[in-house]
């Protein structure tokens, strides 16, 4: 194994390099809710050979900006990001995908059965996401933001209304968990979003929208969980200790 990448966790790897989050992706390794484990685990894990995953790592070019390496980002430019790219495209994608599925239900589900079960699974996700979002809109980054804008502010001055924050980013990280489990049973269900060989062009245009989200979803949360959360419990240390 690399020396590089020995002592570090998958999320860390990709915090750095957010194109390694790629390579994981192709060997199947969960970097965004298994981000917290050591290289060799994750890779037992997906049962990938850690050689070929540090081979396609090393095989990355050098990168041509330090701009894109999150971990250097103020947090209020880190939720804006979120906010923009990740949160405004499930917004956008979900009513697109439901009604997709509605309509291939409605058309394929007499010879595909298994299309009612995605479509509840679906609708399910997408209510817990609006929700989950909201949380985090309105409770989580405000206090982030407050955090990171004021990082000498003492801790009893800073009205908090779910003591540290540490207890929201644990209801938000087992949400993660929750909406990746629904879509990896959604990626089982439709064999890896395989549209299959009687199936319309909406049938296709739904299965990559549906990977398309999946894809988006664990970029959204690694940078939560691996990026944005550790940053906030290190400002509110911080100000603690101010
Ligand atoms: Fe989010
Ligand atoms: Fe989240």
Redesign the pocket.
């Known amino acids: 194994m690399n020396e590089r990448f020995e002592q570090v966790t998958v999320g860390d790897i990709v915090a750095a390099d957010f194109r390694t989050g790629a390579v994981f992706e192709r060997f199947g390794i969960d970097f965004c809710c298994g981000g917290r484990r050591s290289l060799p685990d994750a890779c037992r894990e997906a049962s990938a050979d850690p050689a070929e995953v540090v081979r396609a790592l090393d095989a990355l070019p050098p990168r041509a900006t330090s701009d894109d390496d999150v971990t250097r980002w103020p947090v209020d430019r880190l939720i804006d990001h979120i906010l923009t790219r990740h949160h405004a495209y499930v917004r956008s994608a979900l009513p697109s995908i439901a009604r997709h599925l509605a309509k291939l239900h409605e058309v394929h589900g007499a010879r595909h059965p298994e299309l009612a079960r995605i479509a509840t699974v679906f609708e399910q996700v997408s209510g817990e996401l609006e929700q989950?979002m909201f949380k985090?809109e309105q409770i989580l980054f405000p206090y982030v933001r407050d955090l990171g804008r004021h990082p000498d502010q003492a801790c009893g001055v800073r009205i908090s209304p779910f003591g540290t924050v540490e207890n929201p980013i644990r209801m938000?990280e087992r949400e993660?968990r929750e909406a990746a489990d629904e879509l990896r049973l959604i990626r089982e269900l439709t064999s890896g979003y395989m549209p299959p060989a009687d199936g319309c062009t909406t049938y296709s245009v739904c299965m990559a929208e549906l990977a398309e989200f999946e894809r988006d979803l664990h970029c959204h949360?690694h940078l939560?969980n691996n990026v944005l959360f550790p940053k906030a419990v290190e400002l509110e240390n911080q100000a603690a200790g101010g």
Do not use: L, S
């Open positions: 989950h985090e938000m993660h949360v939560e």
